[in-house]
């Protein structure tokens, strides 16, 4: 998602009517959520916004978005380790369709390379990991009404009002200029857009008619998605044809400086390419980053990797672009693979282990292979039941034991 503000807000601080359920509460909510329409419509007006675009945009909208609030107040009960983080994002099936997909969109990736000088794989890598290739735009769980989203959180959430006023406004200029119908207008709760999930206010920076239709159209044009995309990495100083950065290995019993050296510099202390090959650009500087302990993978991360954090402003993610489209481009790595505590399953059978959690009544999610929040209370349940320690970590044992059960 584009905006590493949206990642860092967490939960509290609502209007305790809006939580509150129940029938005259609920109805009071709906009043004070009509009023704030009424009054913010002054405000898109001043801001250049006009009336009937206004009007069209919040046609039969007159309640918050309950959903957008539970997600809004949502918080993960723990950080995802490394491998759960790059598992759920850098694995069999997001490479595999990469390269299904790099085939399939070779013109226009010719072109988008030739005109913005982003390499296909790490737009290719931002598309599944935005929006798993755009199919997270087919679920109604997950993309909903723009012009409702904005207007719940600027309603409801206080910490989070001044960003969704900024980014309806810009919302609203969207619809106006006809880039996209307002019944088209879907995003993230938290206004994420598109194949390409950007925020409304981004949208604006970067935007792209690749396919020269006439209108921006990042939600239902691939061409006009990626574009967008590139156009953001290359506005932010993207550096054509160099690498985002290199696996190290790290030489024991030393510690090693923070900031930026040259790649020269880091060899002369024994900092090396994990492949054993030389750096091809010896006098780039890099940042040693290491993110799981000295035990996990490590990394000399260049320039390109500041501009991928200008997308999501974590280093996680931008390694996990990095690695992604390193392995759809058909290179391996990391070749230090991520210390889980158990043996992790394939991407075929973490859906097997869900499927048969769902069968068993211990899982209702998607069967995607993906481990998240709900497969993970499945997996602990199960292993109460089955009197194995409750760690919820999708390991083999527990798909044997789902298969014998
Ligand atoms: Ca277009």
Redesign the pocket.
């Known amino acids: 998602m584009l905006s590493a503000r949206i990642a860092r807000f967490t939960a509290g601080m609502f209007l305790a009517v809006t939580i509150a359920v129940g029938g005259s509460t609920s109805a009071l909510a709906d009043a004070g959520f009509q009023q704030w329409i009424a009054e913010f419509r002054s405000v898109a007006i001043q801001n250049g916004v006009s009336g009937a675009v206004y009007d069209r945009a919040f046609r039969g909208i007159t309640a918050p978005d309950p959903e957008v609030l539970e997600k809004a107040r949502f918080q993960p009960e723990f950080r995802a380790s490394a491998w759960q983080y790059f598992d759920n994002r850098v694995n069999e099936r997001s490479v595999a369709t990469g390269r299904q997909l790099a085939q399939r969109w070779k013109p226009w990736l010719d072109r988008i390379e030739q005109q913005f000088g982003v390499e296909r794989h790490i737009l290719l890598a931002i598309w599944s990991i935005e929006s798993n290739y755009g199919e997270v735009l087919n679920n109604e769980r997950v993309m909903r009404s723009l012009p409702r989203s904005l207007a719940t959180l600027g309603y409801a959430d206080q910490r989070r009002a001044k960003f969704a006023r900024n980014q309806l406004i810009a919302a609203l200029k969207i619809l106006q200029n006809g880039d996209i119908p307002e019944n088209q207008l879907t995003s993230s709760w938290a206004g994420a857009m598109g194949h390409t999930q950007f925020i409304p206010t981004s949208y604006q920076a970067y935007a792209v ?9 990042i939600w239902n ?1 691939v ?2 998605a990626l574009a967008t995309a590139a156009n953001l990495l290359r506005k932010n100083g993207w550096r054509t044809g160099e690498t985002w950065g290199y696996e190290v290995v790290l030489p024991s019993g030393r510690k090693f400086p923070g900031g930026t050296m040259s790649l020269n510099r880091w060899a002369s202390i024994g900092v090396t390419r994990a492949n054993g090959k030389s750096y091809p650009r010896p006098s780039d500087s890099a940042e040693l980053k290491v993110l799981q302990g000295r035990d996990g993978p490590a990394f000399l991360v260049t320039k390109n990797f500041t501009v991928l954090k200008r997308y999501n402003n974590a280093d996680k993610y931008a390694l996990a672009v990095g690695l992604l489209a390193d392995q759809i481009a058909g290179y391996s790595g990391p070749m230090r693979d991520w210390g889980r505590p158990f043996e992790p399953l394939s991407y075929d059978e973490t859906e097997e282990l869900q499927r048969r959690l769902d069968a068993l009544g211990y899982y209702s999610g998607p069967i995607d292979g993906k481990i998240g929040e709900g497969s993970r209370s499945a997996i602990k349940a199960f292993q109460a039941r089955i009197g194995l320690s409750q760690d919820g970590h999708p390991s083999k044992e527990v798909l044997r034991k789902l298969r014998g059960n």
């Open positions: 008619d690749m396919d020269g239709d006439g209108r921006r159209d044009s061409p006009d």
